[in-house]
């Protein structure tokens, strides 16, 4: 079944490579992005030229998720446009790299902005519609970081990817009686084929970095970056997050997964992940509200 | 052995049961808080009245985790009367109660300010005196919520602290070659003995808050809030929680438990901590850095 989908964060990395794949299955697609008449521009012209070529319905949004009025605005034309809003996938995000110590409570706080409130500002202007049609689903791009192992100095993305996840689990217990199914995908590193880690941010304090830099942890970054790429099969291609956000929005209403993991290094997240599942729903049964663990089924 | 010690967010809660049973113990102990001169001015006294009848050493100190100059000058006070300072305990913490989709992005970001940039603002003021002296302590006051089921209506409050956990999780690697040991405590919910619940925030979008409570979300938060009390058995005692810091202060350096979980409802984090920290230590061995895992041992 065709469905109206917008995903956040769509002009490089996971965004573009899962809105392409999900045009490609027949669904009309509105990759949102900020600076659509600026520096993304390019973005959205290779868009327009893919959808043309490939005779597939992907189209592009301006909505800069740091901005209230921006995705209100983005969100609103999409409703506008299609009288209807079936799928949101949360996918934005940005990464820094460094000694946690070295960055500032400011740049902690902008990595929270660009990692979840963004997806709350998103939720807050399309829930509303999902809530009215009484159907809809949300798929959140987590991380395995939020629970698998981690190494160290990824400290503030970390941070964020482990409050988006909270969010998300939160959010699906507080959507399932508006009819609205939540499906948390959760990507390993992949530090080939996206620009998540080339793009990393760096701390503020350069001072501060160099103590630990040509202190006790001189060549920690090295071995780091190092070790986690090497954990990472020869094969690993982030393509299949694509493809599996693809399989969960075609899946049959309710039957979807809580959560689907794609970790070709694994981190152990999967693990985890899956026992921490099974307390919450069991938190849900011995509190007597077990009905939250499964979007409801409106007319 | 005596230790000089800060603990934040001590003018009530966890925070006051721990600075005093901390003082009990024989520790110079500043119980640290924002407006001391101010509506906080009847704890600074009751804290001097504590310290003077029971012949211990409680202080008080001046330091609004919200704000980097009073973090900033309540550290260095701290330091300027020691000429040390052993032990950061992270304490200070703010909940909120109503539907995700309710609180504003601004209410997510004063969420985050006030349960982790809080510990960013007080690391960065005391943590170059720790790794100078090359060896140090510090404890964080996480939450099972981190990791164990959950019930709706907190998400805020539940981002903010997987966060928190996580960060704690990133300095632990990132401070044990500096000799700066880490060890998370994790309480459960104790919705009696502190004001933790009674003092939650509320969603500033009434509006959106009165469709979940008028429509299928009706009756939800009275049987949230009773059915976490339920799960409660009816001796939990918030002072477990003061008694578990007080034990892991006084262990030798390097002995410390990662974490300590005083969870009496037992919502199933202690099983999903204890596979996640396994999972961690497993990728740092896959990646060469294992001495992570331990601080160093410095002269």
Excluded: C
């Amino acid at each position: 079944m065709k469905q109206v989908i917008v995903i956040t964060g769509a002009s490089s990395g996971f965004g573009a490579l899962t809105a392409r794949a999900l045009a490609d299955a027949g669904h009309i697609v509105y990759a949102s992005m900020r600076w659509t008449t600026g520096s993304n521009a390019p973005q959205v012209a290779e868009a327009a030229r893919y959808a043309k070529e490939h005779g597939v319905d992907l189209r592009t949004v301006e909505l800069d998720v740091a901005n209230d009025v921006s995705t209100n605005a983005g969100i609103a034309k999409i409703i506008a446009d299609n009288g209807r809003l079936d799928v949101v996938i949360h996918n934005a995000g940005h990464m820094s790299f460094g000694p946690a110590e070295a960055f500032t409570p400011e740049q902690f706080a902008q990595l929270y902005d660009i990692n979840v409130l963004s997806t709350q500002r998103v939720n807050r202007a399309a829930l509303p519609q999902l809530r009215k049609q009484g159907r809809g689903l949300v798929v959140w791009v987590s991380s395995s970081s939020a629970r698998g192992g981690t190494p160290p100095y990824l400290s503030p993305y970390f941070a964020a990817k482990a409050a988006m996840d909270s969010l998300a689990v939160s959010y699906a217990g507080e959507l399932a009686r508006w009819g609205i199914e939540t499906s948390i995908i959760v990507p390993g590193a992949f530090t080939k084929g996206t620009n998540h880690f080339a793009h990393s941010g760096a701390p503020a304090d350069g001072a501060r970095a160099a103590e630990y830099d040509e202190g006790p942890y001189a060549g920690l970054p090295d071995q780091a970056l190092k070790g986690l790429a090497a954990l990472e099969p020869a094969d690993a291609d982030a393509g299949t997050v694509a493809e599996a956000i693809v399989k969960v929005v075609g899946m049959p209403f309710g039957k979807r997964p809580f959560r689907t993991h794609i970790d070709p290094s694994q981190d152990g997240a999967e693990i985890v992940n899956g026992v921490a599942d099974r307390v919450r729903a069991e938190m849900f049964r011995r509190i007597g509200i077990e009905d939250l663990l499964s979007p409801r089924v409106n007319g």
